[in-house]
């Protein structure tokens, strides 16, 4: 088991022990993260072909516009702005 530590704003870095035992974990790869029922997260790649290089931008533009249409309860200002904030603040 490797522990590891969720900094601000939830940044958590793996350790080189994991990059270095699955191949996918490498800079820029594009990767799902999903929450299970039994409180895990689970981090995969997003491509089929987790070696691969190549990505299907489409596809993955297509899921960051699906994500960003999700509308909040108070949502009185952009992303953008809310970001420009937070990282002001932290």
Known sequence: ????????????TIPDQLRQKFSWLKDNTVVTIVASPLGEVI?????????????????IWRRIHLTRS???????????QFIIE?????
């Open 86 to 90: 937070d990282r002001k603040n932290h």
């Open 43 to 59: 981090i995969k790649p997003l491509s089929i072909h987790a070696s691969s290089d190549t990505h299907d931008w489409n596809e």
């Open 1 to 12: 088991m490797i522990t590891a530590t969720i900094r601000q704003r939830g940044q958590l």
């Open 70 to 80: 999700f509308r909040g309860k108070k949502k009185t200002k952009s992303l953008t």
